[in-house]
């Protein structure tokens, strides 16, 4: 399975004072990926909460700050399944400059289905398993 790919552009408000990313904004960027992931299979996380009561949140992150991107840089984030549980998702994603090989940030995210009224575990649709295919 090849590795969805997010483009975004560093700007200064994601900069800290020595003009580098800081390093909670790549947790955001990793964020939007996973969202442009799902809308890529027609899964809206909105439409997800209206029409089966579930939610998605991350459960854990492991991340590595391997180097610093800067202002102006534009980085490619990738998102990756690395396994599917009965109600999680594990994903691999990767922050690197687009066109290069090196990775500046990388990070296993475990996303949790949750039922919207208890927060409580539940399996994920079946539909959005089905979108997303298998691993």
Request: glycine content about 4%; hydrophobic content about 40%.
């Amino acid at each position: 399975m090849t590795d969805f790919l997010w483009t975004a552009r560093v700007y200064y408000e994601d900069t800290d004072s020595g003009g580098v990313v800081y390093y909670a904004n790549y947790l955001k960027y990793m964020e939007r990926a996973r969202t442009e992931w799902l809308r890529s299979f027609g899964i809206v996380q909105r439409e997800l909460l209206r029409e089966h009561g579930v939610l998605f949140a991350v459960r854990s992150a492991h991340v590595d700050y391997l180097a610093p991107a800067k202002l102006d840089d534009v980085l490619a984030v990738s998102v990756r399944v690395e396994r599917r549980g009965k109600a999680s998702i594990t994903l691999h994603q990767d922050v690197k400059k687009e066109r290069e090989e090196s990775v500046l940030c990388c990070a296993r995210v475990k996303i949790a289905s949750l039922d919207a009224r208890s927060f409580k575990p539940c399996p994920i649709p079946k539909a959005v398993l089905e979108q997303i295919g298998p691993h």
